[in-house]
């Protein structure tokens, strides 16, 4: 435990989950839906020296004239950080997640992982907004009241997923 601050109170590891049943019935429903185990979902993205992406081989101007919606701006990165990355000898990160949990990895060496089998993230959203942490949505422009309902529905989802989503650097 971090030192608690004098007058603070203590935020607790775990909450007393109400919705388990709810996560687990979402889970199934959505692996009924796509097969179980569900297939797995490859995203790759390259970023250019500039900070433009492109994912299998679709450059983001033509994701932003296929789904003009969708803030695809915001997947850019500075210039900065994509030169600051390739400087540091960063040439790929990667993420997976999976029904046992969210795997990392960086340069192909596995970073520790958050394992969520056994029901850990369902803590998650309640434990973020005890410490606070809902409230810096509202100064993101996002709305937590819509925000967090969200969440708590995709959660299950993202959970159940197979997704690897690997972000590659230019190489110097």
Do not use: C
Request: overall charge negative; proline content about 10%.
């Amino acid at each position: 435990r971090f030192p608690q601050a004098e007058g603070a109170a203590a935020i607790p590891f775990a909450v007393e989950d109400a919705n388990a049943a709810h996560v687990k019935q979402v889970q199934a429903d959505f692996l009924a839906a796509v097969g179980d185990p569900p297939p797995t979902i490859n995203i790759p993205v390259f970023y250019a020296p500039d900070g433009t992406w492109t994912v299998s081989g679709i450059h983001e101007d033509e994701y932003m004239v296929m789904l003009p919606g969708v803030p695809w701006q915001a997947f850019q990165l500075p210039a900065a950080l994509i030169a600051g990355a390739t400087q540091a000898g960063i040439q790929q990160i990667a993420i997976q997640t999976q029904p046992a949990g969210i795997f990392m990895s960086l340069n192909g060496q596995v970073l520790p992982h958050i394992g969520w089998q056994n029901g850990e993230l369902a803590n998650v959203l309640a434990l973020a907004t005890a410490a606070g942490l809902a409230d810096a949505l509202a100064g993101s422009g996002l709305e937590p009241e819509r925000v967090l309902p969200l969440l708590e529905e995709l959660l299950p989802i993202i959970q159940a997923a197979n997704v690897n989503l690997t972000v590659h650097f230019p190489t110097p």
